[in-house]
T-cell receptor, first 111, second 114 residues
Framework: KQEVTQIPAALSVPEGENLVLNCSFTDSAIYNLQWFRQDPGKGLTSLLLIQSSQREQTSGRLNASLDKSSGRSTLYIAASQPGDSATYLCAVNTGGFKTIFGAGTRLFVKA | ETGVTQTPRHLVMGMTNKKSLKCEQHLGHNAMYWYKQSAKKPLELMFVYNFKEQTENNSVPSRFSPECPNSSHLFLHLHTLQPEDSALYLC?????????????FGPGTRLTVL
């Protein structure tokens, strides 16, 4: 059974710091992996989608990597800003429309 | 309206009530999803419809009944719910690439069962 774990559960950093969020999954047979952002009480916003054949994806200050064989993905955020404060969710697609989410990392960026 | 919309945004209901949640996507997508997000738990996939056909039912209790009349609309009919069903219910959709595509989420319905 696929399980997705995100570490740390919460993180507080000063503005301007570069940071890394971690996601691990137990079964390497995934179709793709997606990183989302969720603001309190709101829906999810897709940040980056990495297909199983890809190693990384970049969008602005965000870079996500995928190492399928070791069951890991990282989300790198450069030069963090207070507006980056949110919960970041990692999700793996195991095929057949089935998506398994991690519990998320709650990020707080202090001004 | 653009993207994925959900109504109502907030709902309070008693255990004996019957209510429905509505989701509409304006993206021309083919697949639609219902998720449940409880406090301090990961999102749980409930149902998936692809071209109006149900493809996933993640062992959801029968007090939750989905309906997908067309590729743009998805409903979740609720009856005789329990207090532990209180959660944020999120709808999502994906395009022609199906599971290869990005999921687009609505803002959610915050449900409280008294």
């Amino acid at each position: 059974k696929q399980e997705v774990t995100q570490i740390p559960a919460a993180l507080s950093v000063p503005e301007g710091e570069n940071l890394v969020l971690n996601c691990s999954f137990t079964d390497s047979a995934i179709y793709n992996l997606q990183w989302f952002r969720q603001d309190p009480g709101k829906g999810l916003t897709s940040l980056l989608l990495i297909q199983s054949s890809q190693r990384e994806q970049t969008s602005g200050r965000l870079n996500a990597s995928l190492d399928k064989s070791s069951g890991r993905s990282t989300l790198y955020i450069a030069a963090s800003q207070p507006g980056d404060s949110a919960t970041y969710l990692c999700a793996v697609n195991t095929g057949g429309f089935k998506t398994i989410f991690g519990a998320g990392t709650r990020l707080f960026v202090k001004a | 309206e653009t993207g994925v919309t959900q109504t109502p945004r907030h709902l309070v209901m008693g255990m004996t009530n019957k209510k429905s949640l509505k989701c509409e996507q304006h993206l021309g997508h083919n697949a639609m999803y219902w998720y449940k997000q409880s406090a301090k738990k990961p999102l749980e996939l409930m149902f998936v419809y692809n071209f109006k056909e149900q493809t996933e039912n993640n062992s959801v209790p029968s007090r939750f009944s989905p309906e997908c009349p067309n590729s743009s609309h998805l409903f979740l009919h609720l009856h005789t719910l329990q207090p532990e069903d209180s959660a944020l219910y999120l709808c999502a959709s994906t395009g022609a690439g199906g599971q290869a595509d990005t999921q687009y989420f609505g803002p959610g319905t915050r449900l409280t069962v008294l």
